[in-house]
Structures are given as C-alpha cells and as structure tokens.
C-alpha cells in the first residue's frame, strides 16, 4: 500500500474517524485515539502538521496487527 507524503495529524484523526476512532485525549502535540470497534484499541498520533512516512507506517501496522 502506497502511504501518502502529505498528511498531517489532524487529517490522520480525521480519517480514522470512519473506522470507529475517536479523541480521547492530547497531550502537547499528541491525540489519544480510541476505538471499541470489534475490541478495544488506543492509538497515540502526532498532532504535527506533516508526518513522516515511517511514523504513518508504524501507526498503519500497529492497526493491522491489532485485529
């Protein structure tokens, strides 16, 4: 799967919305995202204005191995 280049925080917690996500918590420049869809998750995203791409992939695994 081909990761976007240019996505912030913010729209990442956006678009996890659709999946059941939603805001818990920040702190500084992180979002707490939970979700009880199917079983409970957490999932910490950098509230920055660009994420690297191994920061997206790392949170992009933790999902998929989490089901």
């Keep these: 799967m081909k990761l976007p280049r240019a996505l912030s925080g913010a729209a990442l917690a956006k ?11 920040q702190s500084g420049r992180h979002m707490g995202l ?3 869809e199917h ?3 957490h999932l910490p995203v950098p509230n ?7 920061s997206l992939q ?7 191995t989490s089901q």
């Design 48 to 54: 920055h204005d660009l994420l690297r791409v191994g």
């Design 34 to 36: 939970t979700t009880t």
């Design 39 to 41: 079983a409970e998750h």
């Design 58 to 64: 790392s949170l992009v695994t933790s999902r998929r």
């Design 15 to 25: 678009t996890l919305e659709v999946l059941g996500y939603r805001i818990v918590r």
